[in-house]
């Protein structure tokens, strides 16, 4: 049996602990903003956690690279990996953390072959949910022409920005806000393109498998319908000699 490579043992190995690390980040970023009268030291407590989970994150990248058999062609095929490691050293801010680490969280998902498309989707939309409607509220609540003042506000406003809807009931009025609505409703698009596609592929490969079983059927009934002339003519052929 062939041994599989270093990186792809350490990729299954640390794929749980890392979902975990995952939602730790999710509950240490929606506390502060969530529960408004959290004290200092939680604030800071959830922001040490938000950071070693990024640190996590890229350890773990680190690792992957040294384990990788051609390092150069590990880095062009996981750039975007690389850039999530490096965003938030370039500005320490609070969004850029969640940024980089749900592209980190959404890289190693993808390389989990546990991990089904159906699954993967489903994750991606409520994530992109929960994070969004807390970032735009964390953008949004303290802004004075602002309209997005409470949770229940930011999620409305992340559901019907993520469906292309856009009621117009609520729309983030600061700049940062604005970007979090440009990238909530390219992804909204996008994982609407997915769920197209799979259903698409989904029935095309229900029609194929229909057309197999008919194909089947039919040479079937064909090659019963040769076996039955063979022994009409084997009939008739005894029934001659016996005749003479």
């Known amino acids: 049996m062939k041994q599989r490579p270093a990186q792809v043992r350490w990729e299954q190995h640390t794929q749980r602990p890392l979902m975990a690390l995952a939602v730790l980040f999710a509950v240490a970023y929606a506390v502060p903003i969530v529960d408004t009268s959290a004290s200092k030291a939680l604030t800071s407590v959830c922001t040490a956690a938000e950071w070693a989970v990024w640190a996590a994150f890229a350890a773990d990248y680190l690792v992957r690279l040294g384990l990788a058999e051609r390092r150069g062609e590990f880095v062009r095929r996981h750039w ?71 949770l229940g506000d930011a999620v409305w406003w992340s559901f019907t920005t993520m469906t292309t809807v856009g009621y117009g009931d609520h729309a983030p009025t600061t700049g940062l806000g604005r970007i979090l609505a440009v990238g909530l409703m390219l992804s909204g698009i996008a994982l609407l393109g997915v769920v197209t596609a799979n259903i698409a592929a989904w029935f095309i490969a229900r029609f194929e498998m229909d057309d197999v079983e008919e194909r089947r059927q039919t040479e079937a009934i064909q090659q019963l319908t040769e076996e039955v002339r063979q022994l009409r003519a084997e009939v008739a052929s005894l029934s001659e000699q016996r005749a003479q």
Do not use: C, H
């Open 80 to 150: 975007l990996d690389l850039g999530a490691v490096v965003l938030p050293l370039i500005q320490p801010l609070r969004l850029l953390r969640l940024v980089s680490t749900l592209l980190l969280v959404g890289r190693r998902a993808r390389m989990a072959s546990q991990v089904r498309l159906t699954t993967y989707v489903v994750g991606s939309v409520v994530g992109l949910l929960m994070f969004g409607s807390l970032a735009v509220l964390s953008v949004e609540r303290d802004s004075p022409d602002g309209n997005i003042k409470t």
